[in-house]
Structure formats: structure tokens, C-alpha cells
């Protein structure tokens, strides 16, 4: 019985039209076909010359429709058929097409008979359709005639869902721009520099002298001393400010991630690389990135950032070709890259092209007069941030206690123990008697002798260091050691020890104070 061409094309057509999602177009296209021809499974494929695969985006059975997302790999043949293909293939005995032979295998169905219909637009080659029936002999001509009138429904279809996806992904990356940046300028907004006419005198006179210019920075400093504020005055006080601030920490990334979260990759680079995806280089194009902890890339890393600084180009995982940028490099660490360069932890030629300009960031124990600046400021910032109705008085000697304290985790501690004693305050004036979260708690008892006279600052610093140390049964580092405790890194902790004369091991000395204090 012949069947009405024009029925069966209004008719198909309309259910291939009928979503841009297509394969729930391809479930009601199955569900048509099954009507006019046998049909049990039908594949929709995207050729992609480059990586010479055949990509599975979308299955269909009479019961359900499914995206997919599996890459096939082509034999040689393969692309030589594709290439010759333009019509529809009736294959009865998949033995007799080597080509044919190999998908129908991947498909499990080395007995099954197939449609494949090749679908391209203007010319341009999209991908294939595969229509399936179980056994061997199931299609006619009269079946091939009827699924050849497919052919311009289905690449139409084809070519909508993909530039619908390519919009929703166009739209998913704006998204990410737009969070990623709406994260970084809320931070932003509350990284007043306190202390930058006062204990960051200088260091704000550098960032003047250095932000105009496109040289590199490396910031230097302890851990939580504010080397990301510095890093955000550098971008906003030089030309690029109106492009990307990106952010980095070298130490958070772990290596197997490394390249594609510094360079970007390719679709298809490696399992899981579903899309192309740029890295933090090409999103700081035209601005700053600033890599923090740069004494942490491992020593591969290093080799493929001194090659980026070199050229001022990179490749993205799985690319071929380079893409040329202009970025402004800041980077930061709290090791003595100069040391690591000698013990060949780090590389000599990519410190000199980082160490254009140094700036040493002091800690907050050498800038104790910008502490009540920067507790005012917290207080205020944390409150907001905590809604608390009114802004909390101090109690008396809170400031004083504050002045004492040695600070090893420096602005961040100080910060993290003002938000502490806003949560627990309950409305009563802040006291900060808890500085260290429990820990420490007695401490503030030893900045002074037993007269009630105040020791100096070392004398203070060393009954601190000597009380951790105590605590860690004579642990300097590793897990739970005093470093750890302090916040600190083991050598800096070591070398202060040797100057206040605090002996390793379990027995310490605290210098005896001079006569007549």
C-alpha cells in the first residue's frame, strides 16, 4: 500500500518541530515514524571533524526521549564515507559497510537494521540520524524513500537546537560573569585600606608609584596581613580599572586542575570537558589577576606561568591555538621565595620575572597604632553584616587588651575575633577576654608580670610563643603544632624563637627580665 507523501511529510514534520528540545522532538518523531515503517531506537549525531567523533546529543524510543552526551571515536573509514555521504543509507546486513559496521557495533546491535541519514545546512555537514529496527531486513525502499523526506525537518530542527543551546550557554557564561564579579565587588566595597596614612605609609606610597604602570607586583607578607586589599588599590588605582579584577589562590587549586583553571580548555580536552571554558588568564584580559599564593604552584606550573609571561600569550588545554593577552600580574605569597629559589622549590628565572617590584606588607604587630582604626571599622562592617540593631560600646581595657596581643593570624585574626565577640556579646559592650577562641584564653593575664607591670612587646610575644609550645608538648610543626596554632610558618616561627632565645624541645626558657622592672 502506498502512502500518501505529503501525509506522512505534514505529519512527521509537525512532531519535529514541535520542541526545541529535541529529544522530546525525537520521541514524538518515533512514536510517528512507527506508523509508516519498523522502528524501535532512532540516535541523533554531531560530526566534529577536529576531534574525529561522532558526539551522541540525543536517543529516542517509543517510551522515552533522552539527551546524551557520549563521544565515539572513527575509524579511518569512517570519515571517508562521511565526507562521500550525502543521501541516505539503507543498511539491511551491516557486514557488508566496514563504516556502518563499527557504529552498529557500539550500539550493541550488530544484527539490527538501519537508516542513516546525513544532515547538513547550507551546505555545512551537522552531524547523522540513525534510525534503528531490531533484525536484519526490516527496511525497504519504500522506507527509504519515506525517511530521505526527513531529511530538511530534521537538519532545521537540528541546527535550532544548537543555537538554542549555544544561547543558553552564551547566557550561563554572562551569569557566571555577572556572579563572579558581583561576588568580588561585594567584597570589595568593605576593604577599606585603614592604616594607609598611618602603619601602610609606605606600602601605599609603592602602590602609588607602581599602579600607573604594567609591571608586575609581588606582594610579600605574613598570612590574613591584607595582601588582597593591596592587590585590589594596585588595580583600581592604575588605567585598568574598568577591566577584571580576577583572583586565584595558587594553593586551593589542586594540580590535576591547575591548567584548566589558569588557561581554560577546548571541548572535549579530556573526560568531562563538555564545553569550551575559559581560564582565569583570558577572563583577566584587558585587567589584573592576581595569582595569591604563588610560592605553592608546583614546579610544572611554574615552567608554563614563566613561558605565559614571556610571550603574554596562552593555549588552552587541548587547543592549538594561541591567544594573545594583556593582563596585569600581581602576585603574593607568605614564603621567602628567595630561600625556596636556593633549595630549588621554585624557579630562579620566574622569581626575577616576578620580583620586578617588591612590596613588604607589615604585620599588624608592627603597626599597633592602626588598631583601633581597624577595630572601629570591623565593628561596623560586622554588625551590618550581623544585623545588629545598634553599634556595640567596649567595655574598658578592651583596646588595651587588643594593643598587647601578638596577633600571629594578624588582620584576618583581628577580624575573625571581632565577629566572635559580636556573636557572643549578646548587647553587653565588646571585651575581647577571649582572644583566641578558647584556646588562649588565659594569655592576656601574661602581658603582664606579676606587679601589674606591662612586659615589653618580645617579652610578651615569647610568654605567647612559650604557652603554645607548652600546649603542643614542644611541637613546632606539622599537625597541631605550634605553627599551625600560630598561624605562622614553621621557619618564620623558629627563626623568632632563636632571636627571643626560646629553646626547642619540651624545656623552654622565657628571658629573665632586667633587675628593677
Excluded at 43 to 66: K, M, N, P, Q, W
Excluded at 269 to 294: N, V
Excluded at 453 to 468: F, G, K, S, Y
Amino acid at each position: 500500500m502506498s502512502v500518501d507523501e505529503n501525509d506522512f511529510f505534514r505529519r512527521a514534520t509537525l512532531q519535529i518541530c514541535s520542541s526545541l528540545e529535541i529529544e522530546t522532538a525525537m520521541w514524538r518523531a518515533i512514536n510517528c515514524l512507527k506508523g509508516f515503517m519498523p522502528a524501535d531506537e532512532m540516535y541523533l549525531h554531531l560530526y566534529e571533524s577536529d576531534l574525529g567523533a561522532l558526539r551522541t546529543i540525543a536517543g529516542a524510543t517509543a517510551e522515552v526521549g533522552r539527551k546524551m552526551d557520549s563521544l565515539t571515536p572513527l575509524p579511518p573509514e569512517f570519515h571517508n564515507r562521511v565526507a562521500e555521504f550525502t543521501g541516505t543509507d539503507f543498511v539491511n546486513e551491516p557486514e557488508a559497510e566496514p563504516g556502518f559496521q563499527f557504529m552498529l557495533r557500539y550500539y550493541g546491535r550488530p544484527d539490527t537494521s538501519a537508516l542513516i541519514q546525513l544532515l547538513e545546512v547550507a551546505g555545512e555537514k551537522l552531524g547523522a540520524l540513525v534510525l534503528l529496527a531490531e533484525r536484519k531486513d526490516r527496511f525497504t525502499q519504500e522506507h527509504v524513500r519515506l525517511f530521505s523526506l526527513l531529511k530538511e525537518p530534521f537538519a532545521i530542527a537540528l541546527s535550532n537546537t544548537l543555537k538554542h543551546q549555544e544561547i543558553l550557554r552564551l547566557k550561563n557564561l554572562l551569569a557566571d560573569d555577572n556572579r563572579y564579579l558581583h561576588r568580588e565587588l561585594l567584597r570589595l566595597s568593605g576593604d577599606e585600606i585603614i592604616g594607609a596614612e598611618s602603619g601602610l605609609r609606605e606600602v601605599m606610597a609603592m602602590v602609588r608609584q607602581v599602579a600607573p604602570l604594567g609591571s608586575p607586583v609581588l606582594l610579600l607578607g605574613e598570612t590574613g596581613v591584607g595582601k588582597d586589599v593591596i592587590a585590589n588599590a594596585i588595580h583600581y588605582s592604575s588605567p585598568r580599572k574598568d577591566g577584571p579584577f580576577v583572583k586565584l589562590n595558587c594553593g586551593a587549586i589542586p594540580e590535576t586542575l591547575l591548567d584548566s583553571e589558569l588557561f581554560g580548555h577546548e571541548k572535549g580536552a579530556f573526560t568531562g570537558a563538555l564545553s569550551r571554558k575559559r581560564g582565569r588568564f583570558e577572563r583577566a584580559d584587558q585587567g589584573t589577576l592576581f595569582l595569591d599564593e604563588i610560592g605553592e604552584l608546583p614546579p610544572q606550573a611554574q615552567v608554563r606561568m614563566l613561558r605565559v609571561l614571556q610571550y603574554k600569550e596562552i593555549e588552552r588545554v587541548g587547543g592549538t591555538n594561541p591567544i594573545s593577552l594583556d593582563i596585569r600580574l600581581v602576585a603574593a605569597t607568605n614564603r621567602n621565595l628567595e630561600e625556596m629559589v636556593k633549595a630549588k622549590q621554585f624557579r630562579e628565572d620566574l622569581w626575577f620575572r616576578l620580583n620586578v617590584f617588591p612590596i613588604s606588607i607589615p604585620p599588624l604587630r608592627e603597626r599597633r597604632k592602626d588598631i583601633p582604626a581597624l577595630v572601629r571599622h570591623f565593628v561596623q562592617r560586622k554588625s551590618l553584616e550581623l544585623r545588629h540593631p545598634a553599634l556595640p560600646t567596649l567595655a574598658p581595657g578592651a583596646i588595651d587588651r587588643l594593643m598587647v596581643y601578638p596577633w600571629p593570624g594578624n588582620v584576618r585574626e583581628l577580624e575573625n575575633v571581632i565577629e566572635r565577640a559580636l556573636i557572643v556579646s549578646k548587647g553587653t559592650p565588646l571585651a575581647f577576654n577571649d582572644l583566641a577562641g578558647g584556646k588562649q584564653a588565659a594569655n592576656m593575664s601574661n602581658a603582664f608580670d606579676i606587679a601589674g607591670v606591662p612586659l615589653t612587646l618580645d617579652e610578651a610575644v615569647c610568654r605567647h610563643i612559650r604557652q603554645v609550645l607548652e600546649m603542643t608538648g614542644g611541637k613546632v610543626h606539622g599537625k597541631n603544632g605550634a605553627a599551625e596554632v600560630l598561624g605562622i610558618n614553621p621557619s618564620t616561627l623558629r627563626n623568632r624563637m632563636n632571636r627571643l632565645g626560646i629553646s626547642y624541645g619540651r624545656s623552654f626558657s622565657l628571658p629573665r627580665r632586667a633587675a628593677g622592672r
